[in-house]
Each structure stands twice: as structure tokens, then as C-alpha cells.
């Protein structure tokens, strides 16, 4: 016999019972947490978004590299890195060859990269943030960029064919988005052209 909380004494057998179903609430209620702190992280909900919120939206900074069509190099501080690298909200680029893993470049990446180029290198853009992800997998700050005449790089790549409409993540212009690129395929630009 043990005592139970209440004074009062319990057969052994139904003590260990009772005990084994107690530790099985806390493994289930501990996993459980972890789940949820892990969609959390994998969401961005765990980072200072508002602090990077506060940084860049609404704010102008000078490109200084342009990677490929989809992502940038500003001339702000990233942590330790001397630059922050941006990756464009809502569009997706073809992808420029790679030596590592070895992969050729798909067709119209180098159109999309040199328009990119020659939209936004040394200029100053504006950037405006999504405050629900203000991170990519890699690390880079996802941003609706807009340039100096008031146009947003996003959509000039989706009205070109230069680029696809990216829906894997929900954002204020997904159907802006898909509506430029339905425009382009219909009009048969880059990417949409045929052979």
C-alpha cells in the first residue's frame, strides 16, 4: 500500500498504474510542445521579426550585387556580413549554372539576372516586408522591391516572362502575381515564348 495525495492509502498495483499514465501525459504534452515550437521556427515565428520589420521595411538601401533575377546584395549590415542578402518576394527566376553540384543554366537565366542587373545595380530601392515570414530557408530576407520610378522589380520580371509566379508562400499580391504571369504566357514573353 501507498499514501496518495489525499492521505489515504492505494494498492500498489494502481499506484505504479496510475504513475505510468502520468509520465505518458508528459511525454505526450512535451512532444506535443516541441512540434509546435518547431512549425514555429520553421515559420519565422520565433525570430525578431519585428525588430527586422523595424530595419528594412519601408526603408531605401543601394544594391550592390545582383546574384541572379531573384536574389540581391544591399549595402546594409546582415549580422556579421557586411551586405544583406534579398530574395524577392513571390517570383521565381530560372536558376544560372552552378559548378557545385555541377548544373547547367536553365534557359533565360542569364536575361533574367541581366535585367535585374540592370533595373537595380547601384541604385536604390525600397524594400517592403510580408511581417508574417521575413525569412527564406536560406536565410535571406524575402522583400517586394521596389525601384526608383516606382516600380517593383517583382512584377517587371513577372510582365517580361523572366520570371514564375511563386505561390509556395501566402503574400498580399499572389493574384497580382498570377495575374501578370497568365499576361505573359498569353502573350507568348521569355520564358512563355515557345522554341
Do not use: C
Amino acid at each position: 500500500m501507498v499514501r496518495n495525495s489525499r492521505g489515504g492509502r492505494m494498492p500498489i498495483e494502481r499506484f505504479l498504474s496510475w504513475r505510468k499514465r502520468r509520465r505518458g501525459w508528459y511525454v505526450v504534452v512535451t512532444l506535443g510542445v516541441a512540434v509546435l515550437l518547431v512549425l514555429a521556427d520553421r515559420n519565422g515565428l520565433l525570430t525578431e521579426a519585428g525588430d527586422e520589420v523595424a530595419r528594412y521595411d519601408g526603408k531605401t538601401f543601394v544594391v550592390t550585387r545582383v546574384i541572379d533575377g531573384d536574389t540581391l546584395e544591399l549595402d546594409v549590415p546582415d549580422g556579421d556580413e557586411r551586405t544583406t542578402r534579398v530574395r524577392l518576394w513571390g517570383v521565381d527566376t530560372p536558376e544560372k549554372a552552378r559548378r557545385d553540384p555541377p548544373r547547367p543554366a536553365e534557359p533565360f537565366a542569364e536575361e533574367a539576372t541581366d535585367l535585374t542587373r540592370r533595373l537595380t545595380q547601384g541604385q536604390r530601392v525600397r524594400l517592403t516586408l510580408e511581417p508574417h515570414r521575413v525569412r527564406g530557408n536560406y536565410g535571406r530576407l524575402l522583400a517586394f522591391m521596389e525601384l526608383p520610378d516606382g516600380t517593383f522589380l517583382n512584377e517587371a520580371l513577372l510582365a517580361t516572362g523572366l520570371a514564375r509566379a511563386d505561390d509556395r508562400w501566402s503574400h498580399r499580391h499572389v493574384k497580382r502575381f498570377e495575374s501578370l504571369e497568365r499576361d505573359a504566357r498569353e502573350a507568348k514573353k521569355g520564358l512563355w515564348g515557345g522554341p
